[in-house]
């Protein structure tokens, strides 16, 4: 999986997508900025989260933005996504490639370097850690820190996302540490000072 050190950002969806969502979208994807797009939508029925996420899917396609879908196997094969981010609780990553073929497949690994060895040995196509900040997308279960990243970094070259509270004022640390992609997403969509396309700007 190649990537681009400019286009370090992994973006995660909304909860609720409103209208205004898919022109936001459309504006910060300009900018080319961003790598991945997740859809992670918890409380939506297969359906809504089909017609939403072929919307985005052609928005992800114009600006060649690969399209994930979060825990869902079924849905990104049915979307025909680029591929799948799976957490620990969720399908095995043997079983997630049989279904998927050779689209992408990330795994959650926590703060945990066994975790990590375990989705390599599987082929997992990135490794995403953390918490490493306070997180108000998610309630924070597993802390993650830079000396994690270093650690990784030794035993494997598959790239690194990092996830959890990133924001303009913490981002460099994690990049400066080869983090190669930052999850990001209530700093873009829940900032309460900023609109989408501003926050992402502050990200350099």
């Not at 396609?61 to 957490?87: E, P, W």
């Not at 599987?122 to 306070?134: E, M, R, S, T």
């Not at 494997?156 to 400066?176: D, F, Q, R």
Request: glycine letters at 4%; one cysteine or more; aromatic letters at 10%.
């Amino acid at each position: 999986m190649r990537f681009n050190k400019k286009k370090f950002i992994y973006l995660i969806s909304p909860n609720k997508i409103q209208k205004s969502f898919y022109n936001d979208l459309t504006e910060i994807l300009k900018l080319n900025k961003v790598s991945f797009f997740q859809l992670r939508l918890k409380r939506f029925s297969l359906q809504k989260k089909i017609t939403i996420g072929k919307k985005i899917k052609k928005i992800c396609k114009k600006y060649k933005i690969k399209f994930l879908i979060n825990d869902d196997v079924l849905l990104a094969k049915k979307l025909n996504a680029d591929g799948c981010h799976l957490g620990q609780k969720d399908i095995d990553l043997i079983e997630a490639k049989k279904l998927l073929k050779k689209k992408i497949i990330g795994i959650t690994c926590h703060n945990s370097i066994k975790l990590a060895k375990k989705a390599i040995d599987g082929k997992a196509d990135y490794l995403a850690f953390g918490a490493f900040f306070i997180s108000s997308t998610k309630k924070t279960k597993y802390k993650a820190n830079l000396n994690l990243l270093k650690k990784i970094k030794k035993i494997t070259k598959t790239p690194i996302v990092a996830i959890g509270g990133i924001n303009s004022y913490n981002y460099k640390k994690l990049l400066l540490n080869k983090a190669n992609f930052l999850a990001i997403s209530g700093y873009i969509w829940k900032n309460k000072k900023l609109k989408p396309i501003e926050a992402i700007k502050n990200l350099k």
